[in-house]
């Protein structure tokens, strides 16, 4: 089983950075690829980034330019870098594995933005 641990988020002022951190562990040889999801207040769940084992990373057209997502296989751990932060990026962020057998799910780290 893999197990996910997201840390890193908080409040911010509008225009602000966070870094999100993912630590993995368990069978993390099994992941296909880690994902950073997101669910704002009273709307749906949306991707915003994915790095597979292979290092291609796609990003959400919404936040292009503004997120890097990034990986250090020494620390099992996967970064989302987000930059020039604004009020509609609040919402719980959730990092995701994507294993052959289904996703793992982190427990989510809240982002409040404020303008």
């Known amino acids: 089983q893999v197990q996910l641990v997201e840390s890193g988020g908080g409040l911010v002022q509008a225009g602000g950075s966070l870094r999100l951190s993912c630590v993995a562990s368990?069978?993390?040889?099994?992941?296909?690829?880690m994902v950073w999801y997101r669910q704002p207040p009273g709307k749906q769940l949306e991707l915003v980034a994915e790095?597979?084992?292979?290092?291609?990373?796609n990003y959400a057209d919404s936040m292009k330019g503004r997120v890097t997502i990034s990986r250090d296989n020494a620390k099992n751990t996967v970064y989302l870098q987000m930059n020039s932060l604004k009020s509609e990026d609040t919402a719980v962020y959730h990092c995701?594995?994507?294993?052959?057998?289904?996703?793992?799910w982190g427990q989510g780290t809240q982002v409040t933005v404020s303008s």
């Open positions: 790095i597979t084992s292979g290092g291609r990373t």
């Open positions: 368990g069978r993390i040889f099994s992941i296909d690829a």
């Open positions: 995701a594995a994507n294993l052959a057998t289904g996703i793992i």
